[in-house]
């Protein structure tokens, strides 16, 4: 009789007749599922030998054990540890293994998955993103998410890690959503409901280095790790001998999230990281079992990649990633120095102009192969030919606030009304826009690092920090690092916390985005601007202005980060309306709903143009004699 088939090659999945338990321990003689099942006294009194392959892999099919039953792998009669592919762990990293049998009923069979364009990404931690940081209490929330006008949630990782909180880039268990936010059906119940409210939901996912604490998987192989290192230490074998099963483990962890959770995509942190000189990357292969077994679902595919390389957005066969956005750090840093003037480490590496500003929307990366001079050396690929849809804009997200001295979001560094219009490019810009979790109502909480790891682990973790933070010349002094909040303590993770009650209190900030949002959603030129004709140019030292050609559709945006600016003579062409048409306001950042202070009806004066200090304004041609 054959035996029942398995989903995935590792793990423990219930089967006709027990659980089929297979895994990857190829330095050792000896492996036993010992399982504990609910009611036993011993918890190890059942043990199961697995049968050796003769490959590194050791299977067999329990009898004993069924859905919700505890379990580790004792290796060759001696200690026994959780699972390398547990489903879950109930008590944390360092507890048991609970075989998983979902029985949750989808109910978003006609949900067809999320395509490349017309999104607006939300960036959500669970465990911050509410006061009980839960799926549960998450999911309540997304109506209002909708409401704004979001388009897809993106989750930070939730692969499981020790303590009592973190940021998930620690994870050591890769197949287990993390404990701390409920049960893996409350994530499954997450997905669903974001589906049902027309949301999209990508997950962000950690294959670049393991995490330092409970992690058990070199008690079952040496090989996870290969020879070569990268920023987080040994980096995973991908590429050096026995790498074949590592890959294949995270081959099936990509395609489990997304079979098993419904999700519409995948972020994948730092893959400038991962190193692998295999003829094909592992990435390459990850993202195509993805999207195999999303099937008829669309995926999006996300890679956050600091050198700035384009292989992520080419194929696999042409040693690409196959994915289809990357993150744009080069945004970010030009409008970071652009709104506080802040000039030190990467941020050297850009002034904040009006130019650079025009570029990012011309081109995606500022950087396409000039020399870094930060780095030493050269960054960034071209992007000549690439969608600007491919390229995720943002003025926050977890990285740029959390690794900061002091969590600070970026309301609190510049002045309002320079926000506001940064974040009228921002929002209107032809790239995709992502948001961070209560940017949208200036949330007062700060975003800070926190991890709860072991006191030896969490001191190495808190001064490798602090040597991070030294890169800024400000930071490094002993009165300011004194000031810097311990990642490991509780009070770390509770200021961290949003107040999502502040969407009413902070509804001036709210209704802008909420408004921008829905302008790049219902105008017919911003809607798809993506695939309009991007021109722009300089108006001086702090003003610049973007014009969209869509067929016989244009808009102009005009930015000013500087003091008010009157435009006489004007001998710029892109500020001429189309034949026959004046140009009219059509929005504008310094309206008084907003806590604007109010916009003129017409920039245009007998003596010159006259474009407000702090401010953006959108501008539509309207034929001439047309006064509606």
């Known amino acids: 009789m054959a035996e029942p088939q398995r989903r995935l090659p590792i793990g423990a999945e219930p089967v006709e007749g027990g659980v089929s338990f297979r895994v990857w321990a190829p330095d050792h003689q000896k492996v036993e599922a010992v399982v504990h099942n609910a009611g036993d006294e011993n918890p190890y009194e059942s043990a199961y030998e697995l049968e050796s392959e003769g490959n590194g892999y050791f299977s067999g099919i329990c009898p004993k054990a069924s859905a919700g039953s505890l379990y580790r792998y004792r290796i060759d009669d001696g200690e026994a540890f959780p699972d390398p592919a547990s489903r879950y762990q109930p008590d944390g990293p360092h507890g048991p293994s609970r075989v998983e049998g979902s029985r949750f009923e989808w109910t978003d069979q006609d949900w067809r998955g999320i395509g490349r364009e017309g999104h607006v990404i939300y960036e959500m931690h669970i465990g911050t993103y509410t006061k009980p940081g839960t799926w549960s209490a998450a999911a309540e929330q997304l109506p209002a998410l909708v409401e704004l006008g979001i388009t897809v949630v993106e989750v930070m990782p939730v692969a499981d890690f020790p303590g009592r909180f973190g940021w998930g880039y620690d994870g050591v268990n890769h197949f287990a959503p993390c404990r701390l936010y409920g049960e893996p059906d409350d994530f499954r119940r997450f997905v669903d409901r974001a589906h049902g409210l027309g949301l999209g939901v990508l997950l962000d996912v950690v294959y670049n280095h393991f995490g330092p604490e409970g992690n058990y998987l070199e008690r079952f192989s040496t090989y996870y790790y290969g020879p070569k290192s990268n920023e987080w230490g040994r980096a995973i074998n991908f590429d050096s001998e026995n790498s074949q099963p590592v890959r294949e483990f995270f081959i099936a962890n990509a395609a489990y999230w997304i079979e098993e959770f419904h999700l519409d995509g995948l972020r994948f942190d730092a893959t400038h990281a991962i190193k692998d000189e295999s003829q094909v990357h592992i990435l390459g292969l990850i993202t195509e079992r993805a999207r195999q077994v999303a099937g008829n679902r669309s995926l999006l595919l996300v890679a956050e990649n600091e050198s700035q390389e384009t292989a992520c957005l080419r194929p696999k066969e042409e040693r690409g990633f196959g994915m289809d956005a990357v993150w744009n750090d080069d945004f970010h840093h030009c409008a970071h120095v652009a709104l506080t003037g802040y000039h030190d480490a990467y941020y050297s590496e850009y002034y904040g102009s009006p130019q650079e500003l025009v570029s990012t929307a011309k081109w995606g990366y500022l950087y396409q192969g000039q020399r870094f001079f930060w780095q030493g050396k050269r960054r960034g690929s071209p992007t000549i030919g690439i969608s600007p849809s491919c390229f995720i804009n943002y003025t926050q997200n977890h990285d740029q606030i959390g690794n900061s001295a002091w969590g600070i979001r970026l309301h609190k560094l510049t002045n309002p009304a320079s926000l506001r219009a940064i974040t009228t490019l921002l929002m209107l810009a032809p790239q995709t826009p992502m948001l961070f979790q209560g940017q949208e109502f200036s949330a007062s909480s700060p975003f800070l690092y926190f991890s709860d790891l072991n006191p030896e682990t969490s001191r190495q973790v808190h001064d490798g920090r602090i040597d991070f933070l030294k890169q800024f010349t400000n930071i490094d002094s002993p009165e300011v690092i004194s000031t810097i909040d311990k990642p490991y303590e ?86 001429a309306p189309p034949l026959g048409c004046r140009w009219e306001p059509l929005w504008s950042s310094e309206k ?31 034929p001439e004699g047309d006064e509606s």
Not at 509 to 522: A, G, K, Q, W
Not at 536 to 562: H, K, P
């Open 490 to 575: 509780l009070d770390t993770f509770v200021q961290s916390r949003l107040d999502l009650s502040q969407r009413e209190r902070h509804f001036k900030v709210y209704s802008l985005y909420r408004d921008l949002i829905r302008l790049r959603r219902e105008d017919p030129v911003f809607r798809k601007g993506y695939l309009c004709r991007i021109e722009g140019a300089v108006l001086g030292q702090f003003g610049f202005l973007l014009r969209y050609f869509l067929g016989d559709e244009q808009r102009l945006i005009i930015v000013n980060l500087g003091r008010e600016m009157h435009l006489a003579p004007m001998p710029e062409p892109l500020l």
């Open 592 to 622: 008084v709903e907003y806590g604007g202070s109010g916009t003129p009806a017409h920039l245009e004066t007998e003596r010159f143009w006259r474009v407000q200090g702090n401010a953006a304004v959108v501008l539509q041609p309207v």
